[in-house]
């Protein structure tokens, strides 16, 4: 597995990591054992970048990244995220807190949860408008200095923040997402990180499975799977979007790949300093990703995917929070 550095602060990492989300929320059905032996795969193959978050379960998919990694944690680079709050009664219950004693008392449980001393790389999950971003940033650092996190990133945030934030304490990663159908990272997100030296961290670089061909309509998805909701799988936005998929079809095609090994074949292509976090639960699609890594793309090939041009639709019903 290749390695790449994210910040100027020497964070090393896989070239790419393993979003675990989907092994415990938002996507139907859970497997707790197959996830966590594909996050023991994931660390056989070199894959040392697992992404969580506590909002996620809420809090369930840090206790199972914990239960994974406890007899393996010097192989691991542990990434979660603070900053959205779900009410675990009532997880539709949102909201956001970026003040500072919320960051402290957010790492202290995840990192109760991820059975750990230190988080590697600790994230803002989303900006907080309530709280400037540098009251917030400036607690994520009083955690670094106290040795309770080494490196810490943002979570959806716009430009000037990012700046704003990078300014009070060095930033090592951005979040947000990126894929052959969702370029808007380009025009002002990638530009300012390279500027700062911040890596850029794409999720959905697979479109949440939609570019993978994993399904045609959310029609097939189980009825409490999110992306039944999504406004890009919706009415003519779908059918819009169906015939990218078409283009990385054929593509795969002519590579004797598939779908998602050239989806995540093109992410890489765009600079060594974006490692793409594919999120999986099965060991079969993990080894997959990984191969994508030796599926070469020529010029005529990004050219054509290129072309296919941004998704319809928004990313989310609510675009509110991001992009702070």
């Keep these: ?107 202290e449980g995840s990192l109760r949860r991820l059975g750990t001393d230190h988080i590697d790389l600790y994230y803002l999950h989303r900006v907080d408008p309530k709280t400037p971003i540098e009251e917030t940033v400036g607690a994520m650092g009083d955690l670094v200095r106290a040795g309770k996190v080494r490196y810490i990133g943002l979570s959806e945030a716009a430009p000037d923040t990012i700046r704003r934030a990078h300014a009070t304490h060095p930033v090592s990663a951005l979040q947000t997402e990126y894929s052959i159908w969702a370029r808007q990272p380009e025009a002002e997100i990638l530009p300012t990180l390279r500027t700062l030296g911040v890596g850029f961290v794409p999720y959905s670089p697979l479109g949440r499975g939609f570019l993978a061909a994993g399904f045609r309509s959310p029609d097939e998805l189980p009825p409490d799977d999110f992306r039944r909701s999504q406004p890009r799988l919706q009415g003519a936005n779908l059918e819009r979007n169906r015939a990218i998929v078409g283009v990385i079809e054929q593509v795969a095609r002519a590579k004797g790949a598939t779908p998602a090994q050239i989806a995540l074949a093109w992410v890489h292509a765009q600079g060594d300093d974006i490692v793409p976090i594919p999120g999986t639960k099965r060991r079969t699609y993990l080894e997959q990703n990984v191969a994508a890594l030796d599926v070469p793309l020529t010029a005529d090939d990004l050219a054509r995917l290129d072309a296919v041009g941004q998704a319809a639709g928004e990313r989310y019903a609510d675009m509110s929070s991001v992009n702070r």
Excluded: W
């Design 1 to 107: 597995m290749q390695t790449t550095t994210l910040g100027t602060q020497g964070l090393v990492v896989s070239r790419q990591g393993l979003g675990c989300m989907g092994m415990s929320d938002f996507y139907a059905g859970r497997d707790d054992a197959e996830s966590i032996a594909t996050i023991h795969r994931a660390l056989e193959l070199g894959v040392t970048l697992l992404d969580t978050s506590d909002m996620y379960g809420p809090y369930t998919n840090e206790q199972l990244v914990g239960r994974a990694i406890a007899d393996r944690r010097e192989r691991a680079v542990i990434a979660t995220k603070f900053g959205i709050l779900r009410d675990p009664a009532d997880p539709t219950r949102r909201g956001l807190n970026g003040r500072p004693e919320y960051v402290r008392e957010a790492c």
